[in-house]
């Protein structure tokens, strides 16, 4: 152990890889996210990206998943560590880049249902959030393993980084009621993106957006804001009405700043 937390649990992840894949498959691993934009919260998560070198086999996917389940879960990873996020991504998949992207695997807490479950294949197929995650990757990623990020991953067009926010925008909005802060965040962190080009972590994202929003949605955007930064409490169920008030008028916001427009 080295006494950091974020890279002991890094490196419990990178285990995680190496006994469930042979050896060399996983080309590369990059840090990224609030763990290296000086921002973890409470609420974060370890957000890890892999480059593989084929996609996996069921029984190899099944094995990464098995493998973070325990590291991940509330309940039974050390009380220091945060949930993972884990997306692995095949290399001749990415580079040359083209869009729309795909991904082979990811894990996240917001899965674990569906993956104890035996839905080893939750995953949508292509997936814009990988144009995102490359592009967090390439500008501040930390490499885990392997040579930089620039070695094998291609930078994203900018053009494709607003398809990606405006394509990805749907299916986030499906997801209110049931991951209500998060969702708010992610809004807030879309518009920023497409209006300024600077993918920020969430909370400042939403500190952006705050002073464009009127003082009932402020009011809103603050509250998720300060439950993920861990000042206040995350309990959305008598708030909904007023959060799907808010995420219209973000989505609005985002929808009116289409990829030729945006600065990104």
């Known amino acids: 152990m080295s006494g950091d937390p974020v890279r002991d649990q890094a490196d419990a992840v990178l285990r995680v890889i190496d006994t469930a894949l042979p050896s060399r498959t996983l080309r590369a691993a990059y840090l990224y996210g609030s763990a290296v934009a000086g921002g973890l919260r409470p609420e974060s998560d370890l957000d890890v990206l892999g480059v593989v070198a084929r996609r996996l086999t069921a029984e190899e996917r099944r094995a990464v998943i098995n493998g973070l389940l325990p590291i991940s879960g509330r309940r039974t990873r050390p009380a220091e560590w945060r949930p993972v996020e884990l ?9 040359p880049w083209r869009y729309p992207p795909r991904f082979d695997l990811q894990y996240g807490e917001w899965l674990r249902d569906d993956l104890l479950s035996g839905r080893v294949d939750v995953w949508p197929a292509p997936n814009p959030d990988v144009a995102i995650l490359i592009t967090m990757v390439l500008a501040a990623g930390q490499s885990l393993l392997g040579p930089p990020a620039d070695a094998l991953l291609d930078p994203v067009p900018r053009a494709d980084l607003a398809r990606a926010v405006l394509d990805d925008l749907e299916r986030l909005l499906e997801d209110l009621e049931d991951d209500t802060r998060n969702v708010l965040l992610t809004l807030a962190r879309m518009w920023s993106t497409l209006a300024t080009g600077d993918i920020r972590t969430k ?10 929003l ?16 861990g000042t206040a409490d995350d309990s959305w169920d008598a708030l909904l009405p007023a959060a799907r008030a808010l995420a219209d008028v973000m989505a609005a916001r985002v929808r009116a700043l289409p990829p030729t427009d945006a600065s990104v």
């Open 87 to 95: 997306t692995l991504v095949v290399e001749d998949e990415v580079r």
């Open 203 to 212: 909370d400042a994202a939403a500190g952006w957006a705050l002073p464009l």
């Open 214 to 229: 009127s003082q009932r949605h402020r009011r809103t955007l603050t509250l998720a804001r300060d439950a993920y930064i």
